[in-house]
Structure formats: structure tokens, C-alpha cells
T-cell receptor, first 114, second 111 residues
Framework: DADVTQTPRNRITKTGKRIMLECSQT?????MYWYRQDPGLGLRLIYY???????NKGEISDGYSVSRQAQAKFSLSLESAIPNQTALYFC?????????????FGDGTRLSIL | GQNIDQPTEMTATEGAIVQINCTYQ??????LFWYQQHAGEAPTFLSY????GLEEKGRFSSFLSRSKGYSYLLLKELQMKDSASYLC????????????FGAGTRLFVKA
């Protein structure tokens, strides 16, 4: 089983719909992240959480919200989806100790908004 | 602000050596990561540098010069499966540890 699991893997929906992307992890990591990836732009951070009670905006949080339901679960919501939110979304985790903190990524959710 | 630059694409031949460069401008530098990402898949961690110098791990090596804001990833004995994007990422501290990713370098390995 994957250490970082994202659901759904693919989603096609219409403009204006509310969408939730879910992420769960079995790595026991405190820190969780949501990124979107667009061609030519690389990974951009949407939100991150360093523990259950800590939620922080990333560089492109407008139009998104998150919920950290437990240490192992971090969900991303698009309240009213728009076409320019079409992208590949990744959830990632990392430990909260030490300076050596590589991130571990889920397999991604490909989201298309028509 | 924080910024990372990498070449967009590179092509190399199977069995050869290729060097992928990364330059960055950050304050509060804490370390530099390289990730590999095959098309449509998740990025996977390759290497980490926090001090100047070369870190070697099998066919892959990564170099860091903090004074120059420069790193490279060296891939030896290239294989077709090395065709992927290589992402440079910098960890920095501004009231908490954060990471910024470069746009990635797409490497094509040809026979």
C-alpha cells in the first residue's frame, strides 16, 4: 500500500462545483502539504500544515481551503471550481524534526474543470 | 524573494554523463533537494545538500556551492529509464521551514 494516498486519482467536473480532494498518510509525519503542478510552472504550494492545529497559506491559496482532520488526513477543497484550477494536484508529507526533511508525495489527482 | 532557475529541457545519450544545473536566490537557506519525476507520476526524493561540496549516491551525485547559489545534479551511465523531469528544491527558514520548487528540467535520454 502507498504511504501517501490521494483520492480521487482523476476527476472531471463543471465550473461552480465544490470539490474535495483527500489525502491520507501512514508515514506518521506531522507535516502535510498541498501543491498544484502546471506545465512549465513546477510545483506551487497551496496550503501546508505542520500539525493538526496548524494551517498555513502557501503562495497560491486563493480559491482553495483545507482541513486537517487528523495527523494522517489533510483534505483540499475548491469551493467553487473554475477552469484555471485545472491541474495536477499533489499531497506531500515530511517529518517535523531536524533539517533533513525530504517530502514524500502521493500519486497525484488530475483535476479537469470544464 | 525566493527564486530557482533550471534549464527547461536537456537531451543526452544512453551511457553518457549529464549535468543539470540549478541556481537559486533565497534568504535563510537551509538545504537543497533534488527530486526525480517521471511523466504523470509523483516526484521522488533523490538527494540533499546542506554543506558545500559533492554528495554521491550510486550513479547520481549532487553538488552545492552556497556562496554562488548554485547546485548541479550529475547523472552517470545514463539509462533510458532516467528520462524524467528533475526538480531542484530549496528549503529556507522564514519564521518556519519552507520549501520552494523549481519548474524542473525535462531530460530526454536517447539510444
Amino acid at each position: 500500500d502507498a504511504d501517501v494516498t490521494q483520492t480521487p486519482r482523476n476527476r472531471i467536473t463543471k465550473t461552480g462545483k465544490r470539490i474535495m480532494l483527500e489525502c491520507s498518510q501512514t508515514k506518521g509525519h506531522d507535516r502535510m502539504y498541498w501543491y498544484r503542478q502546471d506545465p512549465g510552472l513546477g510545483l506551487r504550494l497551496i496550503y501546508y500544515s505542520f500539525d493538526v492545529k496548524d494551517i498555513n497559506k502557501g503562495e497560491i491559496s486563493d480559491g482553495y481551503s483545507v482541513s486537517r482532520q487528523a495527523q494522517a488526513k489533510f483534505s483540499l477543497s475548491l469551493e467553487s471550481a473554475i477552469p484555471n484550477q485545472t491541474a495536477l494536484y499533489f499531497c506531500a508529507t515530511s517529518t517535523g524534526t531536524g533539517t533533513y526533511q525530504p517530502q514524500h508525495f502521493g500519486d497525484g489527482t488530475r483535476l479537469s474543470i470544464l | 524573494g525566493q527564486n530557482i532557475d533550471q534549464p527547461t529541457e536537456m537531451t543526452a545519450t544512453e551511457g553518457a554523463i549529464v549535468q543539470i544545473n540549478c541556481t537559486y536566490q533565497t534568504s535563510g537557506f537551509n538545504g537543497l533537494f533534488w527530486y526525480q519525476q517521471h511523466a504523470g507520476e509523483a516526484p521522488t526524493f533523490l538527494s540533499y545538500n546542506v554543506l558545500d561540496g559533492l554528495e554521491e549516491k550510486g550513479r547520481f551525485s549532487s553538488f552545492l556551492s552556497r556562496s554562488k547559489g548554485y547546485s548541479y545534479l550529475l547523472l552517470k551511465e545514463l539509462q533510458m529509464k532516467d528520462s524524467a523531469s528533475y526538480l531542484c528544491a530549496v528549503s529556507y527558514y522564514t519564521g518556519g521551514f519552507k520549501t520552494i520548487f523549481g519548474a524542473g528540467t525535462r531530460l530526454f535520454v536517447k539510444a
